[in-house]
């Protein structure tokens, strides 16, 4: 088994079939020992890791998921993701092996080239997102880390190039806001070997219709993805258009009771991935980790 198939496997091993992700704007709202105490119950229910992304506006990612790890007994965690923009090659690479080296297999680097609308935001050019991807890994490749500090990297992608360049340089995948059908499409393009850890956003709950349209009323009618590229292009590609929206809706969360939840974990897995995300939608951290709680014991 060659180094980064060990990295890959120990992933695995310690972080089991399912983890959480939490977004950032909740965090970012939320006092920090409030998040501290919530991160020590997200361990405490048996989850297998804890992931959230950084917005360029808000928490810094490394500093957020080492407030994670030292809050937490045995949680992996990841950056889903750890945005480029945000620093140089050399800095990413540093942040990341120190945590990795503080916190020895408990730690994911998920990197990612964000989208026009956020890099905009923050005064900086977004264009060439797969030629910029490829330069930086390179550049991190180029430095230097502890001996000790191994960890596995993976990158934001959707699309064929983007998971090309994934199976290519890094260990694997976290796809975001993605069905069932691009966990197929995501495996067939990394090949075996490569980590797949995609995000599915739930509503545990007995009334799923209400649920929708909580679901509906945070995310925008999918408004806000649907405007950028990267997401429409890869609904597009999986056959959904213009006028598919309930069905790209349903494919996207799944709402209903813990079983209805697992079932979809359980679809993803099927159909590739290693290890599924759940994303709790909520107004706040408590409403996510109580449905945290309700779903635990029906999952894999």
């Given at each position: 088994m060659t180094d980064r198939a060990n990295v890959v496997d120990g992933f695995l091993q310690r972080a089991g079939r399912v983890g959480v992700w939490v977004p950032p704007l909740v965090l970012d709202a939320t006092p920090g020992p409030v998040v501290s105490r919530t991160v020590g119950r997200i361990d405490d229910?048996?989850?297998?890791?804890?992931?959230?992304?950084?917005?360029?506006?808000?928490?810094?990612?490394?500093?957020r998921h080492g407030q994670f790890l030292a809050?937490?007994?045995r949680l992996v965690v990841g950056t889903g993701i750890a945005?480029?923009?945000?620093?140089?090659?050399?800095?990413?690479?540093?942040?990341?092996?120190?945590?990795?080296s503080a916190?020895?297999?408990?730690?994911?680097l998920g990197i990612g080239v964000s989208s026009a609308?956020?890099?905009?935001?923050?005064?900086?050019?977004?264009?060439?997102?797969?030629?910029?991807m490829r330069d930086y890994l390179c550049r991190m490749g180029e430095v230097e880390g502890p001996p000790d500090a191994t960890y596995p990297r993976v990158l934001a992608a959707l699309g064929p190039?983007?998971?090309?360049?994934?199976?290519?340089l890094t260990d694997g995948a976290h796809p975001f806001l993605a069905p069932v059908e691009h966990t197929a499409f995501a495996r067939s393009e990394l090949g075996p070997g490569k980590l797949l850890v995609p995000e599915l956003g739930v509503v545990v709950t007995d009334?799923?219709?209400?649920?929708r349209e909580t679901v509906r009323a945070m995310f925008g009618g999918l408004a806000n993805f649907s405007r950028t590229s990267a997401y429409t292009a890869n609904f597009r590609r999986?056959?959904?258009?213009?006028?598919?929206?309930?069905?790209?809706?349903?494919?996207?969360?799944?709402?209903?009771?813990?079983?209805?939840?697992?079932?979809?974990?359980?679809?993803?897995?099927d159909a590739g991935a290693d290890h599924v995300l759940v994303q709790p939608i909520a107004h706040d951290l408590a409403g996510i980790v109580d449905q945290l709680a309700q779903v635990r014991s029906a999952l894999p």
């Open positions: 229910l048996g989850y297998g890791s804890l992931w959230t992304g950084e917005r360029l506006v808000g928490a810094e990612a490394f500093a809050n937490s007994r945005n480029l923009w945000a620093r140089v090659p050399e800095a990413m690479r540093g942040g990341a092996a120190t945590l990795a916190y020895p297999d408990r730690f994911v609308a956020v890099v905009d935001r923050v005064g900086e050019t977004y264009d060439r997102p797969l030629a910029r190039k983007m998971l090309a360049l994934a199976a290519e009334d799923p219709k209400t649920a999986l056959g959904y258009g213009p006028d598919d929206a309930d069905r790209l809706f349903d494919a996207l969360f799944v709402c209903g009771d813990p079983d209805t939840v697992a079932g979809r974990v359980r679809e993803h897995l």
